[in-house]
């Protein structure tokens, strides 16, 4: 599969596109983040997390 590029709102640092991956994530998934109990604080922070490491070069790809 071709890479796909994103433009990014902003500096486009890591922290940066891992925050509008994390919002990419959310709508894929049908999940609102921007209201109230739609998604807890662990989903959000665990989400956020991977797609950090994923923009940091850290992430492996899960096998199987």
Same mark, same amino acid.
């Given at each position: ?16 596109? *891992?925050?509008? +991956?994390?919002?990419?994530?959310? %709508?894929?998934?049908? @999940? ?16 956020? *997390?991977?797609? +950090?490491?994923?923009?940091?070069? %850290?992430?492996?790809? @899960?096998?199987?």
């Amino acid at each position: 599969m071709p890479d796909k590029v994103v433009q990014t709102q902003g500096n486009g640092s890591p922290e940066r596109v *891992a925050l509008e +991956l994390l919002v990419m994530i959310a %709508q894929g998934q049908n @999940k609102d983040i921007t209201g109230y109990g739609s998604v807890d604080k662990e989903w959000i922070l665990d989400t956020y *997390a991977e797609c +950090l490491a994923a923009t940091s070069h %850290q992430r492996r790809p @899960k096998s199987g």
